[in-house]
């Protein structure tokens, strides 16, 4: 998938007022500090289309961003806020469900997840959530270009053996790094392969 336009559309707290149309939707979330704006930005070839923070927690709102005019792009808010209050995080817990819960346009999910650290009790109970709510996702696998090869795959690894405790079999997974545009094409080829399947049952 070659990205010709990538468009900042809306921005709220309320999934009510999120785009009306049938426009396929892939969201993307993670822990805070975890590089998702970096990604998204290096998966549209954007440098400031996500706004990027040293600090985290930076998106507190659903992110609409149109790209080539036929999909969108979801940017979420993190879980495991480092400088927000509890009554924000509360908030934000309740329209986070309410997209997965009620955004039927919604197609896949993107748990992002640094490859350099072993598996968090916080991202594998949110990947229970999403399974237990039957919401289709894949795994991206972020800053791999921190790691040498070997250590990649051995944290990968580990990652899957935690997985397979309690899951059937393995979601999708990506190796990404938005530093080194690793992992880019398979991620946008992943879109477009389901977007096409998408257009064929229409």
């Known amino acids: 998938m070659v990205i ?112 350099r650290h072993e598996p968090q009790k916080i991202d594998l109970e949110f990947m229970e959530y999403l399974g237990i709510s039957q919401i289709p996702f894949s795994i991206i696998f972020t800053k791999s270009d921190k790691l040498k090869p070997q250590v990649i795959e051995r944290n990968v690894s580990a990652y899957c053996e935690e997985l397979l405790k309690t899951w059937e079999e393995l979601p999708n997974y990506f190796i990404t790094s938005s530093s080194k545009t690793i992992g880019r094409d398979e991620v946008l080829e992943f879109i477009d392969a389901t977007n096409a399947e998408i257009e064929k049952l229409r």
Request: hydrophobic share 35%; proline share 4%.
């Open 4 to 115: 010709k336009t990538a468009e900042f559309t809306m921005s709220n707290s309320d999934v009510a007022k999120c785009p009306k149309n049938q426009i396929p939707e892939y969201a993307f979330i993670g822990r805070s500090n975890v590089g998702k704006s970096s990604l998204i930005n290096m998966l549209t070839n954007h440098k400031n289309l996500a706004k990027t923070s040293r600090r985290p927690g930076k998106t507190q709102l659903i992110n609409h961003f149109l790209i080539n005019k036929e999909w969108f792009l979801v940017d979420l808010p993190g879980y495991g806020y480092a400088r927000v209050s509890k009554t924000a995080k509360k908030k934000f817990q309740r329209f986070i469900t309410d997209y997965f819960e009620q955004r039927q346009q919604l197609v896949s999910a993107f748990v992002l997840v640094d490859i």
